[in-house]
């Protein structure tokens, strides 16, 4: 489902989702994101898809807001405050929630600069890989704003508080290599093989039992919010599904076999 400034593509069951907006960096605006919303709600229902990439168009990943829009919005935002209350549940704000609501693995390909929400976006997915020439900040202090996509929860969970209040609070912009050895980055490599290696990744992760890759992303979230007897007995639950299925039956019988398994998601 590509729109104008979004482009979608599926192959072996890779969603792969480009902003396309190279003009202006990919930077986003309310339209893109209802786009962005929509397209990654649509492979959330696909039960067919078993990895989802996103990446961006040109030498940006994304810079974050559309800044020409912004003094409008704000001015309208003043005026109604049914538009304030509209305001909590826009696109922005829903789709880092429905990054962590999708129960298959979300793939950062970060090609260039991830500014603003652009870096939200970014750590708002499950693995970040990154290209040598990609960089990130948290711009939104430069706009008298706080980080709306997620990072003043996602960063301070990834780099340690000190760091994250460090950056938001300057608005500083840091190469790739920084950002991995923080810990927002999980693969560094050369742009050149940025494709490449990402390829690899979700094929090596897609070549898993899709019924586990997903209980795996919702155990490890939800987990988060619990103490360890509680994440022990939930472990159990998903474990006494998995073992009903066809996947863990292959997977036994592969290993006896000494071949590879051959999953199919039941």
Known sequence: MSSEHLLVERADGVITITLNRPEVLNAIDPPMAEDLYAA????HRDHETRAV???GAGRAFCAGGDVKTMGERAAHLASSVPAQIAHLETASRRIPLLLRRIDVPVIAM???VAA???CDLALACDVRIASDQARFGEAFVKRGLLPDGGGTYNLPRLIGTDHALELIWTGDVID???AQRLGMVTHLVPHAELAARTRELTEKITA???????????????QMDL???QAMEHTALYLGILRQSEDHAEGVRAFAEKRPPVFKGR
Do not use: Q, S
């Open 40 to 43: 990654l709600e649509a492979a």
């Open 53 to 55: 990439v996103i990446t």
């Open 110 to 112: 970060v090609n260039g």
């Open 116 to 118: 603003g929400w652009g």
């Open 176 to 178: 790739a290599a920084t």
């Open 208 to 222: 898993g039992a899709p019924l586990a890759v997903r209980a795996i992303k919702r155990a490890v979230y939800r």
């Open 227 to 229: 103490d360890f007897a």
